[in-house]
């Protein structure tokens, strides 16, 4: 039987091990992107000096239309409840943002989301094959499931390997010797560095899977006793309207005062046109937030669409997400997260090392 397991744990590692390398490595970087922006601009994020209270969104975005050219179009405010931190205003775009002072209104910087986070996300996803919006192959997609896919073998072949027949060997295993040499370091580094990872690395394959392939993101939805939501295209003359007459943003005043009420202890609170969208999640589903429709002429709230009341698959999406990127339990999960895809990295590259070795020595 172990002679089976270690035939499958050797032979899906050798084709698929460069791109579970480049996956790993470019998912330990994502985990922190928004702290290394930080540190790198840290005037977008940060206000120098906190000053009074803050500017009404209406104001803001008046002044924010002033400071950009017309060509960029801005489609909300997204507030921070840390009065050191600058506003977002939120772009088209997937990862553009701009950034505001709350107190002064002074634009503070603007970031397209074109540049090596984007490029990251690409490689990690996609290997920087074209995205296919309507579903269709994408080599790059398929190379990363089907790599995936070999990678929870490949750690479920290598934790049977791993368990020791004994205690004595079971203390030795939980060991990683840094002076007994170069090549028992590496030995250890791939068996045990390979055990400690595992768990997080299994929750991560398993929970990537959902974005490579539509049959297994069916399977464990309806394992989990939910349907998969259908892709809606809002591509309605009402929206279209929306888009192209001058937009009023006075009545986001009113309903921020309202939900400032509701939630003194926000996260995060994003206005739109017509809708609000508020987070206080900092651990578990990270994503889950309440969501509130309202009159863009008055500011009345007409709907209310809270966490606890959104569909099923909605939320499990959510919580997919959040175990994926580590966010769940705060920044020590993030750690474990970034730790255990570095750990992904390197068994792999100690593992071509350990074969490498064994075929020259015949």
């Not at 397209?112 to 309507?134: A, C, E, N, P, V």
């Not at 006793?225 to 006075?250: F, L, W």
């Not at 009341?309 to 959040?322: E, L, N």
Request: hydrophobic share 40%; glycine share 10%; proline share 4%.
């Amino acid at each position: 039987m172990r002679k089976y397991f270690a035939k499958i744990h050797l032979w899906l590692s050798l084709p698929l091990g460069i791109v579970i390398v480049i996956v790993c490595l470019t998912g330990a970087i994502l985990v922190f992107e928004q702290e290394i922006k930080e540190s790198l601009h840290p005037t977008r994020y940060f206000v120098e000096e906190v000053k009074g209270e803050p500017l009404p969104p209406a104001t803001l975005m008046q002044l924010a239309r002033e400071q950009l050219p017309d060509s960029l179009r801005l489609n909300g405010l997204r507030l921070s409840s840390d009065p050191k931190r600058t506003y977002q205003l939120v772009l088209p775009g997937k990862k553009a943002a701009g950034f505001i002072n709350p107190y002064t209104g002074e634009v503070t910087g603007v970031d397209d989301g074109k540049g090596f986070f984007l490029k990251t996300m690409q490689i990690h996803r996609w290997l920087l094959s074209d995205y296919k919006r309507d579903g269709s192959f994408s080599w790059g997609k398929a190379l990363v499931g089907y790599s995936t896919l070999g990678l929870v073998l490949i750690l479920l072949s290598g934790l049977f390997l791993w368990f020791p027949r004994n205690r004595k060997v079971l203390l030795n295993r939980l060991k990683i010797r840094t002076k007994a040499g170069g090549f028992r370091f590496f030995y250890d580094l791939h068996v045990t560095g390979g055990f400690y990872a595992t768990l997080l690395l299994l929750a991560m394959a398993l929970t990537g899977l959902t974005w490579s392939f539509r049959w297994y993101r069916n399977g464990l939805y309806s394992l989990l006793g939910v349907q998969t939501e259908s892709p809606s295209h809002n591509s309605s003359p009402e929206r279209k309207e929306r888009t192209q007459k001058r937009r009023e943003y006075t009545a986001w005043n009113r309903v921020l005062a309202e939900l400032q009420e509701r939630y003194p202890a926000y996260q995060s609170l994003t206005l739109q046109e017509g809708t609000a969208t508020v987070s206080t999640a900092r651990y578990g589903n990270t994503r889950g937030s309440d969501r509130y429709l309202f009159d863009r002429q008055t500011g009345e709230i007409t709907e209310v669409q809270l966490y606890q009341d959104q569909p099923k698959a909605q939320r499990i999406k959510g919580w997919i997400y959040s175990i994926h990127v580590g966010s769940w339990g705060g920044i020590a999960t993030r750690i474990a997260t970034c730790l255990a895809s570095l750990l992904g990295a390197a068994c792999t590259l100690t593992g071509y090392y350990l074969w490498w070795r064994k075929k020259r020595r015949g």
